[in-house]
């Protein structure tokens, strides 16, 4: 009987042993072969704001967003950055393999302040500022860097800091939009993706032409001299269309920044519908290669974007 109630309380033990081993009496201890990173936090407490609190993924550093140095992750230099066309945000900023960056809530454009920092920039590994290029479709002078406090000069777009996310994984991913309520992709201008839904026909600043027209997938329009608005006549034609395809028509209900007035579909002589700016069929060009291209203006003296007005755009940006 003795020896059946020590087996029992031994038992008892282990058990009692073993549960506050798996689910730590002060929330520090782990379960065998984990680490305190796999202990769930309650909701609104630790890196709620930031996202996931786990290790930097494909960024590196480790968990808790410093090495042994007390130093942010080192992230990967950005490039010449580009533009690519959300079908729900819109257009967005990535770095040149084409990984989206985005913005903190929680920081401040001016001056330019970083308030991510430790577990934070691991989740968010802020991106450098030196090699940063800015695209066509950016205004150079948007693009700067703020020294963080661990002297790391970090990019600013508009003044905001710009930050990758862990968990996109290849290029176009967005799952960092609206984590937490703070994180947002960065737009073209430093303000938010997705503030807008996205138009048929929506006006992009571009920083030499100003105000240009653009498709739902963000690609510059453009017309051609040799068309005419009334009588209606369609210069481009066989070979052309090769290179200049013509715009689809748009819904006068998803337009931004342009009179739905100034919209209308015109008939091709080969039966296809195409979308007209004022009368005037418009087309988007196959050299631009991504949103704020504007590769086609000016081409043989004959093609011209289209400001929100509805008129063509003679200026020729040199280079």
Same mark, same amino acid.
């Given at each position: 009987m003795i020896n059946r109630r020590r087996a029992t309380f031994a038992a008892a033990a282990v058990a009692t042993l073993a549960l506050t081993t798996a689910c730590g009496s002060s929330g520090t201890q782990s379960a065998p072969g984990t680490t305190s990173a796999d202990n769930v936090q309650p909701a609104g407490q630790g890196t709620s704001d930031y996202g996931s609190s786990g290790g930097a993924g494909g960024y590196g550093g480790q968990a808790g967003g410093a090495d042994a140095g007390g130093k942010t992750p080192k992230g990967a230099p950005a490039g010449k950055l580009a533009l690519h066309q959300d079908a729900k945000l819109g257009t967005v900023v990535a770095d040149s393999k084409g990984m989206t960056l985005y913005r903190f809530d929680k920081d401040t454009p001016d001056p330019a302040k970083s308030n991510c920092n430790g577990s934070c920039a691991t989740t968010w590994p802020p991106v450098p500022a030196d090699g940063a290029g800015a695209p066509a479709g950016i205004d150079k002078s948007k693009l700067g860097s703020v020294t963080r406090a661990d002297g790391v000069k970090q990019l600013t777009i508009a003044g905001w800091p710009a930050y990758r996310y862990i968990k996109d994984t290849k290029a176009g991913d967005t799952k960092g939009q609206g984590v937490g309520g703070t994180w947002n992709a960065l737009a073209p201008d430093? $303000? @938010?993706?997705?503030?807008?839904?996205? /138009?048929?026909? *929506?006006?992009?600043?571009? +920083?030499?032409?100003? !105000? %240009?027209?653009? #498709? !739902? @997938? !963000?690609?510059?329009?453009?017309?051609?001299?040799?068309? /005419?608005? &009334?009588?209606? $006549?369609?210069?481009?034609?066989?070979?052309?269309?090769?290179?200049?395809?013509?715009? @689809?028509?748009?819904?006068? *209900? @998803?337009?931004?920044? %342009?009179?739905? $007035?100034?919209?209308? =579909?015109? =008939?091709? +002589? #080969?039966?296809?519908?195409?979308?007209?700016?004022?009368? &005037?069929?418009?087309? &988007?060009?196959?050299?631009?290669?991504? +949103? !704020?291209?504007i590769n086609g203006q000016g081409k043989m003296g004959l093609w011209f974007a289209v400001s929100k007005e509805g008129k063509k755009i003679t200026t020729t940006p040199e280079g």
């Open positions: 430093g $303000k @938010k993706a997705g503030a807008q839904e996205p /138009s048929d026909v *929506s006006v992009f600043n571009h +920083p030499d032409l100003g !105000g %240009i027209l653009v #498709d !739902g @997938k !963000g690609r510059t329009l453009y017309r051609f001299n040799k068309d /005419s608005a &009334w009588p209606m $006549k369609f210069g481009c034609n066989d070979a052309c269309l090769d290179t200049w395809k013509p715009a @689809k028509p748009a819904d006068r *209900s @998803k337009l931004n920044g %342009i009179a739905p $007035k100034l919209i209308s =579909t015109v =008939t091709r +002589p #080969d039966g296809t519908r195409q979308l007209a700016v004022d009368c &005037w069929p418009v087309y &988007w060009f196959t050299g631009d290669e991504q +949103p !704020g291209d």
